[in-house]
């Protein structure tokens, strides 16, 4: 495990997260919409909701519905009117019914997790606000191994939206438990026998146990639990939360080996000034940092841990069609966003977060690194056991994707690939 980061460190040199000017796709848009490129149309219940989901690329297919009050505008959260939650590879968009703001994290390629809000009162010059301090009270702690980062939580909550916390929680990522995952959110989507938390409401003093959630498995109507036409979509599509589930655990560990090796290589170039040496000399401790966060990351690219779908699972909103045809594919149309959900989320399990631009973005020596790593295991030279949950066929898949696809991954982590050429039975 990397070491361990606090916001002191963040806030400091050389990240200095909350006075550097962040650069993503919020910013992006706020200079359309300053310069006039772009105009939001607003809707008189909604607000910007709609216009702001076209505007950024968010499909509300995506829609994921969570009735715990565990957000900014707790007030405006219960089981008969959950918070939506629409995401796709680099944004996240809150939306409450009534609410007085919307709210936007995203993940910067330099700074990660970034939080903004916008007002819902119509106006002629909408804004973004970047909001820090309020968010990163609970976005930046040990639920996030302390940077800036995004939290899915699973909770026993009460008919008014309570979480109880006395009951216990689970942090949701693609390594939690099947039966763990879901407490608090609503969940449309098959299953088969497999038990989870979501949809369920507990109305006693105490939760019972065994937990008794049958009524809550299968689900693919809501309408008995709230009014769906006051939102975008009548779906909280189970594949949308199992994909949310896997992408915001890697986009906290994408940060992570970000903020270390900057930091790490700040401390070296410091302490190298201080000793005299020759500005560039490596220390160990050095390598040893960038290393261990760089496993960390390959990890979870590769899917090391990911706990097995106890059935097939197929959702309700038409999220998984959508989403296997994103991304680069290769000659074959094989791609990193196919899904496979028999008994994993991707059918070739190496994360598509690779594609994005806070992956692309990551400093050098951790691409470097990064790539070196990801090829040997991809050719089989590291035999561990931490991959064993690639088959041979999954290398092969996975080696030949990235290599047709490599114009859209950075040229030093590919400088790194065995470039031989793969034959079209791979």
Request: aromatic share 8%.
């Amino acid at each position: 495990m990397a070491s361990t980061l606090s916001a002191e460190d963040f806030d400091r040199e050389p990240i200095n997260y909350s006075k550097a000017t962040p650069a993503n796709s919020v910013t992006e848009l706020q200079s359309k919409l300053d310069t006039g490129k772009i105009k939001l149309g607003y809707h008189p219940e909604r607000g910007y909701l709609d216009s702001l989901l076209e505007a950024l690329s968010v499909s509300p297919k995506s829609q994921s519905l969570v009735y715990s009050k565990t957000s900014l505008q707790i007030a405006r959260i219960r089981p008969r009117t959950p918070r939506a939650i629409y995401f796709n590879d680099d944004l996240y968009v809150g939306y409450c019914q009534l609410g007085d703001v919307m709210e936007f994290s995203v993940a910067d390629p330099k700074l990660g997790t970034v939080f903004y809000t916008i007002d819902q009162r119509e106006t002629e010059q909408p804004q973004f606000v970047r909001q820090t301090d309020n968010c990163l009270i609970c976005h930046a702690s040990s639920r996030t191994d302390n940077i800036p980062g995004h939290v899915i939580r699973s909770l026993f909550v009460n008919a008014g939206g309570q979480p109880m916390f006395s009951a216990g929680s689970y942090i949701i990522d693609h390594s939690t438990e099947w039966e763990k995952r879901w407490g608090g959110w609503y969940v449309t989507g098959k299953h088969g026998e497999a038990q989870h938390l979501g949809n369920l409401i507990v109305r006693s003093r105490d939760v019972p146990r065994p937990v008794e959630n049958s009524a809550g498995q299968n689900v693919t109507d809501l309408t008995t639990f709230f009014r769906p036409e006051h939102y975008l979509s009548p779906h909280s599509d189970l594949v949308a939360l199992t994909v949310l589930a896997h992408q915001a655990k890697g986009h906290n560990l994408i940060t992570r080996a970000n903020f270390s090796t900057r930091q790490a290589l700040h401390y070296q170039e410091n302490l190298n000034n201080e000793l005299g040496e020759k500005p560039g000399l490596a220390w160990e401790s050095t390598t040893r940092r960038i290393a261990s966060a760089s496993e960390d990351l390959l990890e979870y690219l590769l899917c090391s841990g990911e706990a097995p779908l106890p059935a097939p699972i197929t959702g309700t909103s038409g999220y998984a069609e959508e989403f296997s045809q994103r991304g680069p594919k290769d000659k074959q149309a094989r791609s990193l966003y196919q899904l496979d959900l028999q008994t994993r989320l991707l059918k070739y399990p190496c994360s598509y977060l690779i594609y994005t631009d806070s992956f692309r973005q990551l400093p050098t020596n951790m691409l470097t690194r990064l790539g070196r790593r990801m090829n040997e295991v991809l050719t089989n030279q590291d035999k561990a056991e931490t991959w064993q949950h690639l088959s041979a066929e999954d290398r092969q898949h996975i080696h030949s994707i990235l290599l047709a696809t490599k114009d859209h991954l950075p040229e030093v982590f590919m400088a790194q690939f065995d470039l031989a050429e793969v034959s079209e039975n791979d």
